[in-house]
């Protein structure tokens, strides 16, 4: 059974903090992803990485950075947390080429107050 | 860039058949996914379409046509818990990532 695993479901932090949202998968996959997604606006592509210690920017990496020095885990960190961050963060995996299904972890739902 | 438009909403009645749509514009065009999500959960897979033609799977049925930059995904036999968000997803190859739609809210009612 396959799995992604995030490591809050709920967080809550206050502006200017420092945040890591960690991701983990057990499948062995090369690719994995960082997603927000808000009401109205979808899911949107913060940040991905093909490979440990690859990362390419997505279409909202402004105010978050990655990191990936494992092939099963890869973190999304909030520098300094801003109320307009406060949203639903979806982790994903998959295998790369056409076809890959890809598996997303339960979210975290991070408020910043 | 790509383009990818679903309806917001849409409300069917329980038991019924309900088409959700998704046209979509895009270079490099590799497949196209469908996505369910309930409230408050991850989105979990539910059909890939990489060639033209209708994909059957038990009550969900999912169309391409790639001239078109068109999709469709169709419920049959409708039940309350097929209440969700449906996610349109276009696999782009250049990229190797897959770029969603803003989703379907579907509810059923009784």
């Known amino acids: 059974d396959v799995k992604v695993t995030q490591s809050s479901r709920y967080l809550v932090k206050r502006t200017g903090e420092k945040v890591f949202l960690e991701c983990v998968q057990d499948m062995d996959h090369e690719n994995m992803f960082w997603y927000r997604q808000d009401p109205g606006l979808g899911l949107r592509l913060i940040y991905f990485s093909y490979d440990v210690k690859m990362k390419e920017k997505g279409d909202i990496p402004e105010g978050y950075s990655v990191s990936r020095e494992k092939k099963e885990r890869f973190s999304l960190i909030l520098e300094s947390a801003s109320t307009n961050q406060t949203s639903m963060y979806l982790c994903?995996?998959?295998?790369?080429?056409?076809?890959?299904?890809?598996?997303f972890g339960p979210g975290t739902r991070l408020t910043v107050t | 860039g790509q383009n990818i438009d679903q309806p917001t909403e849409m409300t069917a009645t329980e038991g019924a058949i309900v088409q959700i749509n998704c046209t979509y514009q895009?270079?490099?065009?590799?497949?196209l996914f469908w996505y369910q999500q309930h409230a408050g959960e991850a989105p979990t897979f539910l059909s890939y379409n990489v060639l033209d033609g209708l994909e059957e799977k038990g009550r969900f049925s999912s169309f391409l046509s790639r001239s078109k930059g068109y999709s469709y995904l169709l419920l049959k036999e409708l039940q309350m818990k097929d209440s969700a968000s449906y996610l349109c997803?276009?696999?782009?190859?250049?990229?190797?990532?897959?770029?969603f739609g803003g989703g379907t809210r579907l509810m059923v009612k009784p």
């Open positions: 994903a995996s998959r295998t790369p080429g056409q076809g890959g299904e890809q598996y």
């Open positions: 997803a276009v696999y782009n190859n250049a990229g190797n990532m897959l770029t």
């Open positions: 895009t270079s490099g065009f590799n497949g």
